[in-house]
């Protein structure tokens, strides 16, 4: 149905160009060692998982690969280690066509590794993260011919303040343009790190994810809008998704808007909902959709990707 209904009102439905309307993500690429496991684990026991299997992770990367299912043209930009993971990352991003030409590949260091326990009883997924010596993409590094894209999402990293720089080169980019030729910009603020409060007002959409917004104080998706819209700068819009609540989104200066969650029926595997969610959000919105539908649209695919294994079934 969703496949039928939701992938078919924001397909594209004339030739992309790749060399226009590109989406850029940047932020984080790991490895996601992940072992489907009945339940989740005693601590100090012995067993079996059904299956164990490598998937590309990072919130990000995450994204780039569900906007690439959707049929965007679209590039990942970050540090990636020039480490034995290499291979598979490079293969993987070919095999889903994902550019990363102007990634930075970085020897002497180790991957970004994540240890995912999938609960198959509940679908939960608890991660162990390993951020590895990999170093964050700077300013220095963000060397892009800007005219090739349409959107550019940030998912907020340690490194915030270079992320703010790159933003400020959107932004000159843009001054001299028709508001049909800028780049649109969005950001992810979703760990709870000081340093990503200085991303909030430097971009058009801003995705403020439940972990972050608790750990501001906020209990609900609208709570969490309300309190943080006069922090977002003019014009933009700031966007919470809840889990299985749903998600509401509050341009500047407008009312709420709230969606409720669309379940799956059963939940299998939740691992980058929110990755999948912003990656629709993105796509709907990118295609010319009003808020509305946007957040209709990505709690259906959001939805969808929890009741199935990764993402390659959103196809
Ligand atoms: P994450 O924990 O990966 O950051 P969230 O829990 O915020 O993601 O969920 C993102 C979106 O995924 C939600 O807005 C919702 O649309 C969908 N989602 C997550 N959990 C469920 C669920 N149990 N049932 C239906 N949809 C869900
Ligand atoms: C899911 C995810 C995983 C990764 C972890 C990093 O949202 O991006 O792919 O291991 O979170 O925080």
Redesign the pocket.
């Given at each position: 149905i969703l496949q039928q209904n939701s992938f078919s009102l924001f397909s594209i439905s004339e030739p992309v160009n790749m060399e226009t309307n590109r989406i850029l993500c940047l932020g984080k690429l790991c490895v996601d060692i992940i072992a489907e496991c009945e339940d989740f684990p005693q601590e100090d026991s012995d067993q079996r998982c059904k299956r164990q299997r490598w998937q590309r992770g990072g919130n990000a990367n995450n994204t780039s690969t569900v906007l690439s299912i959707l049929g965007a043209p679209v590039e990942y930009l970050g540090t990636i280690a020039n480490s034995h993971e290499l291979g598979f990352l490079r293969d993987d991003y070919q095999r889903a066509g994902i550019i990363i030409d102007n990634c930075v590949i970085v020897d002497n260091c180790s991957c970004p590794v994540s240890l995912v326990l999938l609960s198959s009883v509940s679908?939960s997924?608890t991660i162990i993260h390993d951020s590895g010596s990999l170093p964050e993409l700077t300013h220095k590094d963000f060397q892009v011919d800007l005219g090739s894209y349409a959107w550019v999402h940030f998912e907020g990293r340690p490194s915030a303040a270079e992320q703010v720089k790159m933003l400020r080169d959107i932004d000159n980019h843009n001054a001299d343009l028709e508001e049909n030729d800028r780049i649109t910009t969005s950001v992810e603020l979703?760990k709870n790190r000081p340093a990503l409060a200085q991303l909030i007002d430097k971009a058009d959409y801003v995705f403020i994810?439940?972990?972050y917004a608790t750990a501001h104080g906020f209990y609900s998706k609208e709570d969490a809008v309300e309190g943080f819209v006069d922090k977002i700068r003019e014009g933009a819009t700031v966007i919470c998704?809840?889990?299985?609540?749903?998600?509401c989104a509050k341009p500047k200066g407008e009312p709420t808007i709230s969606v409720p969650?669309?379940?799956?029926g059963t939940?299998i595997d939740?691992?980058?909902?929110?990755?999948?969610?912003n990656a629709a959000m993105i796509h709907a919105l990118c295609k010319g959709a009003v808020l509305q539908s946007a957040l209709t649209f990505?709690?259906?695919v959001?939805?969808e990707?929890?009741g199935m294994k990764g993402f390659s079934g959103l196809r």
């Open positions: 679908g997924r979703e994810s439940k972990d998704a809840w889990g299985e609540d749903g998600a969650a669309i379940s799956p939940i939740t691992l980058g909902a929110g990755d999948t969610f990505a709690c259906k959001a939805g990707k929890c």
